[in-house]
C-alpha cells in the first residue's frame, strides 16, 4: 500500500472506531475476560453484582441493587407480580391481615392541625375518653399542629407496636386547657365490610370494600343481623373492591351456591388444575341477591360477581369489572421481604378468563381504565366489543364474555352530572363539602346531640336553608378558586351530599351511605330490579 493512501485508511479506521464508540457509549479502556472460560462456577447475577460492588467507581450500597434487580425482574412478567421490601411488606399486608397497631383514631388534616374524626370502637382511644372533635396539638412534648405535619407523619407518630404508650395533648372546644393523655397502643381492627343496613322493611345492603382475612367473618355477623331484621333481598356492592384473600372470595360465594357448585378454578404451568365448589352449607342459597359491580372490581370482587352470574344465581349491575385474571402467592424471604408472583390463572365456572391484556407497559396497562373513558365505554354499553370467541353460555343460555372483566347484566353509565358542573368540580376538587361539614358538626355538637339515632337525623335535619346558605358562605370565605358556573343546578346534589358527610361525622358510615344512595343510580337500578323481578 503507498505511502500516500496509507494515512488516508488509518484515518478512515480511527473515524469510524470513533463514530461507533460515540454511538454505543462504550468508552472502556480495556477489555477483558469476566471470569475464566475453564471455570463451570459462573453465577451470572450474583458475579455481576460481585463485580459492580469491586470494581465500580463509586461506592454502591449492595442491598439495593438487588432489591432494585428483583424489582425489574418482576414487573417484566406482568403487572401484579411484585417485589416488596421488608420497610414496606407490614403496610402492604395490614389491610389484608385486618388488623393493626397503633391509638385507634380516625382522622384528618384540616388547617395544619390532626383532627380526630372519631376514635375506633374499642379501640385504645375510645377507651381513654378522646372525642371526635379532637383536635390533636403535641405527640410527646412535640409540637404537630401548624408545622405543615402529613399523614405519613401522623403514622409515623403516633402507630407502633402493641403495648407502647403514647403522650398527646388534645385541644377541645369546650376546655380552656390542653388536656393530656397517656394511650396504650393496641390492635386497631380494619374492617373489609364499610357499611351493612336494611334499605326497607325487607331489602338488605352490604358493602364489601376488600377481601381480607377476616371478610367472611364479618359477612356473616353483618347478613345474619340483617336477616334477624327482615332481609328477604340483598344488595351486594363491591363497588370499588380491588379484591384481596382468594379464600375470602369463596366462602363469600359459597353462601350463595348450592352444594358441589363450582366456584372457581385455578391453574398455571406449574400449578395443576385446582377446582373450589361450593359445599351444603350456604346459608343464603336462595336468597335473590343483586351484586353492583364497577371498573375499580377487581380480582376476588370478579371471583365473587363471576360465580353469581355464570350460575344465573343473581343480577350484575354497573359497568365492566376492571380484569384481573391473575392469581399471586406471597413468599416470605429471609431478610423480610416478600415475593408475590403469579402462579396461576382463574377461571370462572363456565370456563371464561377474565385477565384483560397486557404487555410490558404497566403504565399502558392501568390506563386502560382512562381508554375507558376516552372510548366511551363508562357512558355506553354498545362501546364495548368482544369477539364471537370469548362468548360463553350460562346454565339458563345467557351469553357472557371473558377476555377483559366481568360485563354486567345491567349496564348503569357513570354519572356525569358533577362532571360537567364547573361548581360542583371545583368543590369537589377541594374538599370544601367534607371540610364544611366537619366544621359544622364541631361547631354545633351540642345541640346535634338530640338526635339519638340516624333515623331520628334522616327524618328531621334539613340542609336546604340555614345549613346551605352556611355552606355558600363557607365556600366563598375560602382564598380558592371556586368557578360559580351552574351554581343552582347544584343545589339538589349537594343537598345531598351535605347531609351525606354531617351524618358521617355523627353516625359514622352508618349514616353516611344511606343518604348517599338517594342520589346513587347504581343503586337506584338495583332497587329497581328487584321491584320489576318481583312485579313480573
Not at 206 to 216: E, H, L
Not at 327 to 342: C, M
Not at 410 to 425: A, E, Y
Request: net charge negative; proline share 4%.
Amino acid at each position: 500500500m503507498s505511502r500516500t493512501i496509507m494515512p488516508i485508511v488509518l484515518a478512515l479506521v480511527l473515524a469510524s472506531g470513533l463514530f461507533l464508540g460515540s454511538r454505543l457509549n462504550v468508552p472502556f479502556i480495556t477489555q477483558r475476560s469476566f471470569l475464566s472460560p475453564k471455570t463451570n462456577n459462573f453465577n451470572k447475577f450474583s458475579d455481576v453484582l460481585t463485580y459492580i460492588q469491586h470494581e465500580y467507581v463509586d461506592t454502591v450500597d449492595r442491598d439495593m441493587l438487588v432489591d432494585i434487580s428483583i424489582e425489574k425482574m418482576l414487573q417484566s412478567l406482568d403487572p401484579h407480580s411484585a417485589y416488596i421490601r421488608t420497610e414496606e411488606l407490614r403496610a402492604a399486608n395490614e389491610p389484608l391481615e385486618g388488623n393493626f397497631e397503633g391509638i385507634g383514631v380516625e382522622f384528618h388534616i384540616q388547617a395544619d392541625t390532626i383532627m380526630v374524626v372519631s376514635p375506633i370502637a374499642g379501640g385504645p382511644s375510645e377507651a381513654v375518653g378522646i372525642l371526635s372533635g379532637d383536635r390533636i396539638v403535641m405527640v410527646e412534648d412535640t409540637l404537630v399542629a401548624g408545622v405543615g405535619i402529613t399523614n405519613a407523619d401522623v403514622m409515623q407518630k403516633l402507630r407502633g407496636p402493641g403495648g407502647t404508650e403514647v403522650n398527646v395533648s388534645i385541644y377541645r372546644r369546650s376546655e380552656n386547657e390542653l388536656i393530656d393523655f397517656i394511650i396504650k397502643r393496641g390492635n386497631i381492627p380494619i374492617y373489609s365490610i364499610d357499611v351493612a343496613y336494611m334499605v326497607n322493611d325487607s331489602i338488605g345492603y352490604i358493602k364489601i370494600s376488600r377481601f381480607a382475612a377476616t371478610t367472611y367473618d364479618e359477612f356473616i355477623e353483618s347478613a345474619r343481623q340483617l336477616e334477624n331484621s327482615g332481609m328477604k333481598k340483598l344488595i351486594l356492592d363491591l363497588r370499588g373492591n380491588p379484591g384481596g384473600y382468594l379464600d375470602a372470595a369463596t366462602k363469600v360465594s359459597d353462601e350463595f351456591l348450592p352444594a358441589k357448585k363450582m366456584i372457581v378454578y385455578t391453574e398455571g404451568k406449574s400449578r395443576p388444575k385446582t377446582t373450589y365448589n361450593a359445599t351444603n352449607e350456604g346459608s343464603y342459597e336462595s336468597l335473590p341477591v343483586v351484586v353492583l359491580i364497577d371498573e375499580g372490581s377487581a380480582s376476588a370482587s370478579e371471583i365473587l360477581a363471576g360465580a353469581i352470574q355464570d350460575w344465573d344465581r343473581g343480577t350484575i349491575i354497573g359497568r365492566r369489572s376492571f380484569g384481573k385474571g391473575l392469581v399471586q402467592e406471597q413468599t416470605l424471604l429471609p431478610d423480610g421481604s416478600a415475593i408475590r408472583l403469579t402462579i396461576a390463572r382463574y377461571y370462572t365456572p363456565t370456563g371464561r378468563s377474565i385477565q384483560k391484556p397486557y404487555s410490558d407497559d404497566i403504565e399502558k396497562y392501568y390506563n386502560e381504565l382512562n381508554d375507558r373513558l376516552l372510548n366511551n365505554e363508562l357512558y355506553s354499553a354498545d362501546s364495548i366489543h368482544f369477539p364471537d370467541s370469548l362468548k360463553y353460555r350460562t346454565p339458563a343460555g345467557r351469553i357472557v364474555y371473558g377476555g377483559g372483566g366481568i360485563m354486567p347484566d345491567i349496564f348503569v353509565p357513570v354519572d356525569s352530572s358533577g362532571r360537567n358542573n364547573p361548581f360542583l368540580v371545583s368543590i369537589a376538587r377541594q374538599g370544601l363539602v367534607s371540610q364544611f361539614a366537619y366544621n359544622y358538626v364541631d361547631a354545633n355538637r351540642q345541640s346535634l346531640s338530640k338526635f339519638e339515632n340516624f333515623n331520628s337525623f334522616n327524618k328531621t335535619f334539613l340542609v336546604e336553608g340555614k345549613v346551605y346558605n352556611e355552606f355558600l358562605s363557607f365556600v366563598n370565605s375560602q382564598e380558592l378558586v371556586v368557578v360559580n358556573e351552574k351554581k343552582e343546578e347544584s343545589k339538589s346534589i349537594l343537598l345531598n351530599q351535605l347531609k351525606a358527610f354531617i351524618a358521617r361525622q355523627l353516625f359514622n358510615n352508618d349514616g353516611f351511605y344511606p343518604i348517599l344512595h338517594q342520589k346513587d343510580k347504581g343503586f337506584q337500578k338495583a332497587l329497581k330490579s328487584f321491584i320489576i323481578t318481583t312485579s313480573t
